[in-house]
Nanobody, 124 residues
Framework: QVQLVESGGGLVQAGGSLRLSCAAS????????MSWFRQTPGKEREFVAA????????YYADSVKGRFTISRDNAENTMHLEMNNLKFQDTAVYYC?????????????????WGQGTQVTVSS
């Protein structure tokens, strides 16, 4: 089992940057593929980015490709999402998620553990 805690959200102007972090508890962090999702009121949770256990493979939603970068540090049990050139449409609660599977998790149903979320608000 793993517990996840996000941090780094906040209010930023359009065009600005934020770096989200996800801290994981437990000794098996490296055995999980990790993902970021986001959600706005009234909408389903949306995939943002995913990273493999060894960081060799990453995958991004088209809406964030070229602007966001996912990374992880298995020695520190942490994952990050570097968000640049933020847009108003990026406003959402961002969640980190862990999946006990070899393939990247790009659907919420494929994830086994979730953090509590961190709010990102981009002002236009």
């Amino acid at each position: 089992q793993v517990q996840l805690v996000e941090s780094g959200g906040g209010l930023v102007q359009a065009g600005g940057s934020l770096r989200l972090s996800c801290a994981a508890s437990g000794r098996t962090f490296s055995s999980y593929t990790m993902s970021w999702f986001r959600q706005t009121p009234g909408k389903e949770r949306e995939f943002v980015a995913a990273i493999s256990r060894n960081s060799l493979t990453t995958y991004y939603a088209d809406s964030v490709k070229g602007r966001f970068t996912i990374s992880r540090d298995n020695a520190e049990n942490t994952m990050h999402l570097e968000m640049n050139n933020l847009k108003f449409q990026d406003t959402a609660v961002y969640y980190c998620a862990a999946a006990n599977r070899g393939l990247l998790a790009t659907r919420a149903t494929e994830c086994d553990y979730w953090g509590q979320g961190t709010q990102v608000t981009v002002s236009s």
